[in-house]
């Protein structure tokens, strides 16, 4: 079975021993055999990068997410408080109106009483 297969393969000095030189045949399938293992040398590195690659990308988007996602939390919150906000601010606009009035009110007894001391002090 060697035989064929060295048949098959050409001659080659470093397998046999009455060999001159290695053959246009044996030369091609070394190199065949060589470039294949480069070949899944280099697919297995190129492979394993991108799966690096991939599971970073992964893991970014993941945190993309949470943060989008504590982002949208914050924002609701933020707006919760800003309608509180504006509550309590249309209230305290509402009670600055009650004051004004009360002290326009006061303002008005006020001067009535004083006309009405004027009149009573020139009769």
Do not use: F
Request: proline fraction near 1%; include cysteine.
């Amino acid at each position: 079975m060697w035989q064929d297969l060295l048949l098959v393969w050409g001659c080659m000095p470093e397998l046999t021993r009455d060999c001159q030189d290695m053959t246009n045949a044996s030369s091609t399938y070394l190199r065949i055999v060589i470039g294949a293992i480069i070949g899944g040398i280099v697919g297995w590195w190129i492979y394993n990068r991108q799966k690096k690659t991939a599971d970073e990308q992964d893991a970014t988007l993941e945190r993309i997410k949470r943060l989008d996602e504590r982002h949208d939390n914050i924002l609701k919150r933020l707006e919760e408080h800003e309608k509180d906000r504006d509550a309590t601010l249309n209230r305290l606009l509402e009670l600055d109106k009650k004051i004004q009035r009360i002290v326009e009110k006061q303002d008005k007894i006020e001067k009535s009483i004083q006309s009405a001391l004027k009149e009573k002090g020139s009769t």
